[in-house]
């Protein structure tokens, strides 16, 4: 076997293999059931006690960024062997690579870059098509704005609820 085949069988069993399952953490007596998060496709009772409801959030939170992390390594090897196969599969095999799972060919996408703002921000002004932009207002730029006592038309101010979280 090959050193190129050998390195694309490692590949294929690490993507089979599913990640090693730590034990479960063992819970104090005095924590409550409900400050735990819920499990996937389990019933959600909100809890009674906004304390507990924190206690909820916060352990609801560490288990979504403990799998977010793991997502995000995830997409760093997905990333990685995407970059991997599209240096190395010639850019003329129109049928590109089989594995036993899927196909892959390489293809071409168009994308478009500014590399200069000046004259994409003066088109935009003189031919008055906003629709090349994103719609969506820099909050720093305009809440610099608003505090130099300036205001944009059409723009209002609102107060949007957020929860901070510490830890104790």
Not at 32 to 46: H, I, V
Not at 134 to 140: E, T, Y
Not at 146 to 155: A, F, W
Request: with cysteine; net charge positive; proline share 5%.
């Amino acid at each position: 076997m090959s050193t190129k085949a050998a390195k694309n069988t490692k590949v294929l069993k690490e993507l089979k293999t599913p990640p090693a399952k730590k034990a479960p953490a063992k819970v104090k007596a005095d924590k409550l059931e409900s400050t735990r998060p819920p499990k996937a496709g389990a019933a959600f009772k909100m809890p009674a006690k906004l304390a507990h409801c924190v206690d909820l959030l916060w352990s609801t939170r560490e288990a979504r960024l403990k799998i977010q992390r793991e997502c995000d390594e995830l997409e760093k090897k997905e990333a990685a062997i995407k970059d991997h196969l599209i240096n190395n599969i010639p850019k003329n095999d129109a049928t590109g690579v089989t594995g036993k799972l899927c196909s892959v060919t390489i293809i071409s996408k168009r994308k478009f870059s500014v590399k200069d703002w000046d004259k994409v921000n003066t088109w935009i002004l003189k031919n008055k098509d906003l629709t090349v932009m994103n719609r969506k207002l820099s909050d720093a730029v305009v809440g610099e704005i608003y505090d130099n006592g300036k205001t944009i038309p059409g723009v209002e101010i609102f107060q949007a609820p957020s929860v901070s979280i510490n830890k104790v």
